[in-house]
């Protein structure tokens, strides 16, 4: 285990009072999602007293990071992010205030427990993940922690270590759920200083689901038929709006209050998508690497099993 010492605020080297109002904010998950946000907040924030930024990470890309930065490349331009602190050794990280969660599903139990020594009994832990019931899966493991929720609209991937790309102008981010409002006021706040487009929702179970309902059919169409996002609108329409509705149903039977427009809406935002992207899974699929299919298509499949939906298009 590794780590770059570059703290400020809450532990000062010179010995001197301690900031207790810093907010110290660890990205676990430094690939597009929490390298782009993550990125914000450090480019913000780095060495700063208001925030300490820290990057959990490891390997080629932490490596990269500490010598480089992350580089961010948009259609605005290119800039570099350097975080307070890289590392991957829970000791070195100490206690958080906030550990945001942007791992693969397929990642979270290990990366939670792995990183169990910075969660303190203030510290709130908020899952930006794809799919749905990641919240329930962290207090299952940490039932006193302040789970929150969220979910977030970008496209980006790490493009290699120490590089994040994002592919489209939406880059939003929503969350809520925790029982320390003021602490999610803080945390929007630093999001809104950073430049993000951030809001603090007042059912972030649904606005999860809505983001669900938009990835899910997406990502299982896209890897089945090996396809990007306008392939889909060209060539499987009609596929891709049965599997939105299909999922709409199972929600619905979960209890999620849907608006009632919510798949015309939802097939609307497939079709404003960047016709060239594809979905992360099916990019995994293509690396041959681990996927995330039983998170946003096996859960379907069982989820309405569990509620007597049919579902055969997702079958």
Same mark, same amino acid.
């Given at each position: 285990m590794?780590s +770059?010492?570059?703290r400020t605020?809450? +532990?000062?080297?010179?010995g001197? !009072?301690?900031?207790?109002?810093?907010f110290r904010?660890?990205?676990l998950?430094i690939?597009?999602v929490?390298?782009? @946000?993550?990125g914000? /907040?450090?480019?913000t @924030?780095?060495?700063?007293?208001e925030a300490?930024i820290?990057?959990?990470?490891?390997?080629a890309?932490? &490596?990269?990071?500490?010598?480089n930065?992350?580089?961010?490349?948009?259609?605005?331009g290119?800039?570099?992010?350097r975080p307070?602190?890289?590392?991957?050794?829970?000791?070195?990280?100490g206690?958080?205030?906030?550990?945001?969660v942007?791992?693969?599903a *397929?990642?979270?139990?290990?990366?939670?427990?792995?990183?169990?020594?910075?969660?303190?009994p203030? !510290?709130?832990? /908020?899952?930006?993940?794809?799919g749905?019931?990641h919240?329930? !899966?962290?207090?299952?493991?940490?039932p006193?922690a302040d789970?929150?929720?969220?979910c977030? @609209?970008i496209?980006?991937?790490l493009e290699?270590?120490?590089?994040v790309?994002?592919?489209?102008?939406m880059?939003?981010?929503? *969350? &809520?759920g925790?029982a320390? %409002?003021?602490?999610?006021?803080?945390f929007?706040?630093?999001?809104k200083?950073?430049g993000?487009?951030?809001? /603090?929702?007042?059912?972030?179970?649904?606005?999860v689901? +809505?983001k669900?309902? @938009?990835?899910?059919p997406?990502?299982s169409?896209?890897?089945?038929?090996d396809?990007?996002?306008?392939?889909l609108? %060209?060539? $499987?329409?009609? +596929?891709?709006r049965r599997?939105?509705?299909e999922?709409?149903?199972? &929600?619905?039977?979960k209890?999620?209050a849907f608006a009632?427009?919510i798949?015309d809406?939802t097939?609307?935002?497939?079709?404003?998508?960047?016709?060239?992207?594809?979905?992360?899974? $099916?990019?995994?699929?293509?690396?041959?690497?681990?996927?995330?299919?039983?998170?946003?298509?096996g859960?379907?499949v069982?989820?309405a099993?569990?509620?007597g939906?049919?579902?055969?298009?997702?079958d």
């Open positions: 590794s +770059e010492q570059v605020g809450s +532990e000062p080297p010179d001197g !009072t301690p900031n207790f109002m810093q904010i660890a990205i998950g690939g597009g929490g390298g782009y @946000f993550g914000q /907040l450090a480019r @924030f780095a060495g700063s007293d300490e820290i990057f959990i990470a490891r390997g890309n932490a &490596g990269a990071i500490r010598a930065g992350l580089l961010i490349k948009t259609s605005q290119e800039a570099v992010a307070d602190l890289v590392s991957d050794d829970p000791a070195a990280i206690v958080v205030d906030l550990l945001v942007a791992t693969k *397929f990642d979270l139990e290990q990366s939670v427990g792995t990183y169990a020594a910075v969660i303190g203030e !510290t709130a832990i /908020l899952p930006l993940l794809n749905v019931g919240a329930e !899966t962290i207090r299952g493991r940490f006193d789970v929150w929720n969220g977030v @609209f496209v980006t991937r290699s270590p120490g590089t790309w994002v592919g489209s102008d880059r939003v981010f929503q *969350f &809520g925790g320390d %409002r003021v602490k999610m006021t803080r929007l706040e630093r999001l200083s950073a993000v487009d951030a809001y /603090l929702s007042d059912d972030i179970e649904r606005t689901w +809505e669900y309902v @938009f990835i899910s997406l990502a169409l896209t890897s089945y038929h396809t990007t996002n306008g392939g609108i %060209r060539d $499987h329409r009609d +596929e891709l599997m939105i509705a999922v709409v149903a199972v &929600g619905r039977a209890g999620v009632d427009d798949i809406a097939l609307a935002k497939l079709e404003k998508a960047p016709p060239d992207s594809t979905s992360s899974m $099916h990019s995994d699929f293509m690396k041959g690497g681990r996927n995330e299919l039983e998170t946003l298509t859960y379907v069982r989820e099993a569990k509620v939906i049919a579902v055969p298009t997702y």
